[in-house]
């Protein structure tokens, strides 16, 4: 059995700040480490239920972040930027599952840790077939396209409700409590850690009895993108296929989620200045 665990940072316990995940600032280097450990709990838990490979995707920033010579033995490693299907990269290997580790929730979302969907300095919003969505829901939907079901997540207490929210039924493990976007009452990682373990091979062990329902997309697929200001959603609509709906808008559609996914991170790519 072969699982994919799609890793971001923002989601990471003790992570309340961007100086934290920011490569070019000191803090960053301990918060690399916290990323790769609780990556390594979940791969613990399920190898321990009976997984036999793991892929990881590394899925914040340049996703060069994961600390390859501390990760587990049974996992190999997407880095590296860009890659076709970037935060979830590899769920077309054979994974049959995923695992979320690190999670955060949607641009807007309501005390929530650094909350925002795909960039903060770019995107003010995302509607994946008129309802908000953040990244959660956009990956889950890739998903989803490939077969596979999301089986756990971890992050603060607004990344569960809302994985709650688009796949019911699934596993979440909240490693710390929002009170504000920058502020948080985090567990220590001697609690996370086997809180990740045992909830990923409970995950796991459910599946092989009674396997999760997959997110349902209606098709074809219909992106609408909110930037920051009219500028960013001027450069998205110079791709042809890109509809501009308000000075800040742009909507695009697509006949499958993959493609949906690659061309909104095109925008997005083209919207930066």
């Known amino acids: 059995m072969k699982v994919l665990i799609a890793a971001d940072m923002e989601g990471i316990t003790g992570v309340v700040d961007w100086k934290q995940v920011d490569s070019t600032h000191a803090e960053y280097q301990r918060f690399r480490r916290l990323m790769t450990q609780e990556v390594n709990a979940a791969a613990a838990g399920a190898v321990e239920a009976g997984v036999d490979e793991i892929i990881v995707a590394d899925g914040h920033g340049d996703a060069n972040n994961i600390l390859i010579e501390e990760l587990h ?100 493990v909240e490693v710390k409590k929002a009170a504000s976007r920058s502020a948080a009452e985090c567990l220590p990682p001697t609690v996370t850690h086997p809180l990740i373990q045992h909830a990923a091979a409970r995950a796991i062990k459910r599946f092989h009895g009674h396997p999760n329902d997959l997110l349902k997309v209606d098709l074809p697929v219909k992106v609408t993108i909110e930037f920051l200001n009219p500028g960013m959603a001027d450069r998205a609509a110079l791709l042809p296929i890109i509809s501009r709906i308000d000075g800040r808008k742009v909507e695009l559609s697509a006949e499958d989620m993959p493609s949906a996914y690659r061309l909104a991170r095109s925008a997005i790519s083209l919207a930066r200045d």
């Open 73 to 172: 033995p049974r996992a190999r490693l997407n880095s590296g930027t860009p890659s076709p299907l970037a935060m979830v990269q590899g769920v077309d290997s054979g994974v049959v599952a995923a695992f979320f580790i690190g999670y955060h929730a949607h641009m807007g979302a309501g005390k929530a840790v650094l909350a925002h969907t795909w960039s903060s300095r770019l995107v003010s919003n995302v509607w994946l077939n008129g309802k908000i969505v953040g990244e959660i829901g956009l990956n889950a939907a890739v998903c989803a396209s490939f077969g596979l079901p999301v089986l756990l997540l971890t992050g603060d207490q607004a990344a569960c409700q809302e994985a709650l929210e688009w796949v019911p039924g699934i596993e979440v």
